[in-house]
Structure formats: structure tokens, C-alpha cells
């Protein structure tokens, strides 16, 4: 079938998905959903409509262009409401914010029907992996209010050394601006924004290219579940609304998920550097190994989820396949067969893998790396693969690829899949010490002390080696990171929690007068941070 007949005509997108435009004209500054009468900027859906012979692009809504004034005010909200760490929300005492968090995730919930909407048309995720994301998040927030009661729980008793009395729990940072990435506009964001934010710092998010209107009906829930201006929200183009936050200097942490090139640019502009916390996700070109004994069907399940599962655009999709050489063409067949049965078409069907690209160009970008490969040597594997319409790409696996081609360095972020023969395992290792990435790596083989020995050293590279599995960021109580130009700390329900707080402490020489103080302050709960509660 031709792509392109793939795409509906209007009048066949199914009643229950349909979208009705969504036209913002506000934004969340101080906590109030201020007015936007200036310049907005359209959203068009990757998901295109067939017009006869054409694709027409669907405008699905539009969010204010703010310029740097509402941007400057959302910043002053922030700071206002964290007021140099004396704001209610700073000073609350843990047991508070919870309920605050816990306020806000039960209003979210009543919102999912309209964020999975708004998930598939605005970036093409298919329906079930929409309502996949937005349930992770809603069970990443649960997951971070039981983390945080157990920290809390920790820190509240006193410890006495060498004769001082000392109470130690975690306390915010300041101000956070929070940058998602598109291919996981909720999730990824709400992974720094929900610990961010019940640690106590004040917030500005500002979401990602696409996947902005589905920010909108969460807006209210953001209002009225916190003290005004612990959270704003501001749109519009990032260099015009960011640049002149971290120009500001007033800005305490960066919690930015996206490409090196901007993380770098972001954190330059801050006049002082060395006062900014980052924690940053960036690229990655994770690698799947096959070993010549591997399980193959294993292998193949794996490596096709793998590499294209919400069309490869995944920071942690396997973005190059080294196979020995010895299993090379039963892998390739057997890959291409499973890749050849996954569905291509619109979000909202049944059973679809193969989705529209948010990116506008990208399906020319992907197919510039097919021809590139395809110059220097490579075939395309699997028969239609690399052919496109509108913004549908059907999956290229290129085989042979070798370091001469653009695909084996680049970061494809979609459904290009260069695959490499190897003779010898150096090859595959020395392209992960080579990589300018290093944040996972997949491994498949069965003798277990082969695998050891690969395991030992390639750990010293990437964050995670997975044993005959695909490369993936969960379970999120997992450690998630990177190194080299992959990211910067590590994020889990229990580090991010650490990431957003500094240890504090308050401490006494032992003494009547001190011992009184104390006492009086736990005794008659003078204090929120000084406090034995315990939080059940
Ligand atoms: O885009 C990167 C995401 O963190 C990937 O998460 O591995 O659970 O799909 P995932």
C-alpha cells in the first residue's frame, strides 16, 4: 500500500480521537492564568490529512509567542515565591507539600483522557504508548511521595557526635527551569519537575517544541494545587524566552532534557557557572552487541523493540547493531521479516508502531542518511524501507554499514537502522570507547563468561550494560544516566529527590541551654525543619 494513502481524509479520522483545535491565549505566571493578547504560534499535527493526492498539514491549535517580558515576570514570580528560601512553599514543612503533590496527581488524573489526546496529535505517538506515558507519570508521582516520606523519615531524628547535637535533612536549591524533551513531553519533564518541585524549589517550565498544548489542561491543576508562583509556565521560541532567564543569573538549577548543543549553550549563559546545579539528559547512540552465539529470536525481539519502538525516538533506543559476522545474514533476515510485520499508520489504530515524525524535514533527514549508505556501499536491507510521504518514513535497516557513512556516527533519533558485521569484538568496543556518547549499551550472547569479561570494562563506559535486552530507561527506581556527552547526574525516583536538594544541617554543642532550645522547638513543633514527626 502506498504511504500516503496511510494518512486519513478528514472526515475519516475516527469520531472517539478526533481533536477539536485548542487556541491558548494564557499562560501560568504568580498564580494566575494571565491573558495573552499578542502574537500565538500555530500547531500543526505531524499527522497529516489526504486531500485527494495531497497531505495537508491539520492545525490542531496554537500557545502564545511570549517575549522576554513574560518571561522576565514569570522568572520574578519564581523568585518571589521561593524568597530566598523564607517563602511558605520553601519553609513548608514535608508533610504539606506532599499533600499539595497528592492534590495536584488526583486533578491530573481527571485530565488523562485529553493529555493522551493531545499526546498523539501532537507528536504521533500511538494511543496505547500516549496512554502509557501518562500513566508512568502518575505512577512516577506516587513513587515520589513514598520516597520522599522515606527520606523524610530518615532525617528526623537527631544524631549526636564529638558533643554536638545535629539534625540533617535535605533542603531546596532555589529556582529550577524545566526543559522536557518532545519525544516524551510529560514523562521526561514531570521526571524533573515533580521532585523539583516537592523538595520545595519554585519552578519555571517552559515545554518542549511539540507537546505543548497538552500542558494546557493541566494548567488549573498547576494553580491551584501550589502557592502562587512555586510553579509558571511560559511558551514560545526558547532562544527569545530562555536566554534571558539564565542571562539572569537568577536562575539555581537547570533540569534540561534534550541535545548537548543547547545544554551547552544554556549553561554559558549564566554569568556565574559554578552556581548552577545541572542535571542534564542529552544524546545517546546506544549500541546492541550480538555475539556469535546469541539467541537470535531473542535477539531479534529485542533489538526490533529496541531500535524502533515510537519509531526510534527514544533517547534510549538501540541506534547501531553489531552483529558477528558468523550470524550476520540469519539476523538480517529474520530482523527484516519482524521489522516488515510492524504496522505503520495513524496513532489511534490498533496495534500501529510506525507513526507520523513530529520533526518537521526529518523525513528528509532520514532519508539523506539512506542515501548516504547507500553511496558509500550499504543496502537497504529490507525491501521498501527508506521510502516516505508527508511526514510517514517506513523503517530502513542498512547493512553493511561501516565508519565511512553519516548513519554510524549520527544520532538518527528515528527509523533508520544501521547494522555492522564484525569479525573481531574490538570493533564493537572501540566504537563505544570512541563514541562521543555513553549512556547504555545491549549485549546478547549466552556463555556467561564471555559476557563477564565484556561486562567489567564496558561498564566503565556506559551507565547501563544490558544482558540479551533492550536498552531502556526504566524501571524508573533504577539509577538513569550518562556519561561522556550523554548526560550530567542521575536521575531515579530516589536520586532525583537529591538532585533538586542540598543536605542541610542544624547543629549544637550539647549544653543546658542548647538542649533546652532544642527541646522546646521539637516539643511544641516551633520548627518544620528541626522536628522528630514522622511521617506515616
Ligand atoms: O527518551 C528517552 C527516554 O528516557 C527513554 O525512556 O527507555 O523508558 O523509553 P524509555
Not at 553489531?322 to 527484516?336: N, P, S, T
Amino acid at each position: 500500500m502506498d504511504l500516503a494513502d496511510l494518512f486519513p481524509r478528514i472526515e475519516d479520522v475516527p469520531e472517539k480521537h478526533d481533536i477539536a483545535p485548542l487556541h491558548q491565549r494564557h499562560y501560568l505566571c504568580g498564580g494566575e492564568l494571565k491573558p495573552w493578547n499578542g502574537p500565538a504560534e500555530e500547531v500543526c499535527s505531524p499527522v497529516c490529512m489526504r486531500n485527494g493526492k495531497t497531505l495537508e498539514p491539520r492545525v490542531i491549535g496554537s500557545f502564545p509567542s511570549c517575549t522576554e517580558k513574560e518571561s522576565m515576570e514569570a522568572l520574578d514570580a519564581a523568585v518571589l515565591a521561593y524568597n530566598s528560601g523564607r517563602g511558605q512553599w520553601p519553609t513548608m514543612a514535608v508533610e504539606e507539600r506532599i499533600r499539595c503533590v497528592q492534590a495536584f496527581a488526583d486533578r491530573m488524573k481527571e485530565k488523562r483522557e485529553e493529555v493522551i489526546r493531545l499526546l498523539m496529535w501532537e507528536i504521533g505517538k500511538s494511543h496505547a504508548d500516549s496512554a502509557k506515558e501518562f500513566d508512568r507519570t502518575v505512577a512516577y508521582i506516587v513513587d515520589t511521595i513514598d520516597a520522599l516520606k522515606e527520606l523524610d523519615r530518615v532525617s528526623s531524628r537527631f544524631t549526636i557526635t564529638e558533643g554536638i547535637v545535629a539534625q540533617i535533612r535535605r533542603a531546596p536549591l532555589g529556582v529550577v527551569l524545566c526543559m522536557g524533551p518532545f519525544n516524551y513531553p510529560l514523562n521526561e519533564t514531570f521526571t524533573t519537575l515533580i521532585p523539583a518541585l516537592i523538595m520545595g524549589n519554585s519552578l519555571i517550565l517552559k515545554p518542549p517544541r511539540f507537546g505543548v498544548l497538552l500542558y494546557e489542561p493541566l494548567l488549573t491543576a498547576f494553580r491551584d494545587s501550589f502557592p502562587p508562583g512555586v510553579i509558571n509556565v511560559i511558551y514560545g521560541d526558547g532562544a527569545t524566552v530562555v536566554t534571558p532567564l539564565m542571562k539572569s543569573g537568577r536562575i539555581d538549577v537547570l533540569a534540561f532534557i534534550g541535545s548537548h548543543r543547547v545544554a551547552d549553550i544554556l549553561k554559558t549563559q549564566h554569568p556565574k557557572p559554578h552556581r548552577l546545579r545541572c542535571a542534564l539528559g542529552m544524546g545517546a547512540k546506544n549500541p546492541a552487541i550480538l555475539l556469535p552465539d546469541a539467541d537470535l529470536d531473542l535477539a531479534v525481539r529485542e533489538t526490533i523493540t529496541g531500535s524502533l519502538s515510537f519509531n526510534g525516538q527514544r533517547c534510549t533506543a538501540l541506534k547501531i547493531i553489531f552483529v558477528h559476522r558468523d550470524i550476520a545474514d540469519d539476523y538480517l533476515k529474520r530482523y527484516c521479516a519482524a521489522l516488515d510485520s510492524l504496522k505503520a499508520g495513524m496513532p489511534w489504530e490498533e496495534g500501529v508502531s510506525i507513526t507520523p515524525l513530529p520533526e518537521p524535514g526529518k523525513t528528509g533527514y532520514l532519508a539523506g542518511l539512506v542515501a548516504d549508505a547507500v553511496e558509500q556501499g550499504a543496502k537497504i536491507a529490507n525491501g521498501a524501507g527508506g521510502t516516505f510521504a508527508g511526514t510517514l518514513f517506513r523503517p530502513a535497516a542498512l547493512y553493511p554499514v561501516n565508519e565511512t557513512m553519516r548513519v554510524y556516527h549520527e544520532e538518527q533519533f528515528g527509523p533508520v537502522v544501521p547494522i555492522v558485521p564484525f569479525d573481531d569484538i574490538e570493533d564493537p568496543i572501540e566504537y563505544v570507547i570512541g563514541s562521543f556518547f555513553g549512556q547504555q549499551l545491549s549485549i546478547f550472547g549466552r556463555d556467561s563468561d564471555t559476557m563477564a569479561r565484556l561486562i567489567d570494562p564496558l561498564v566503565n563506559q556506559v551507565c547501563r550494560v544490558n544482558i540479551n535486552s533492550q536498552c531502556q530507561r526504566g524501571p524508573d527506581t533504577f539509577p538513569f544516566g550518562g556519561r561522556k556527552d550523554s548526560a550530567e547526574g542521575t536521575l531515579s525516583v530516589t536520586d532525583a529527590l537529591r538532585v533538586f536538594s542540598i543536605r542541610a544541617v542544624v547543629a549544637a554543642k550539647g549544653g543546658e541551654l542548647n538542649n533546652d532550645i532544642i527541646r522546646d522547638i521539637v516539643r511544641n513543633r516551633k520548627s518544620n525543619f528541626l522536628s522528630t514527626d514522622f511521617i506515616l
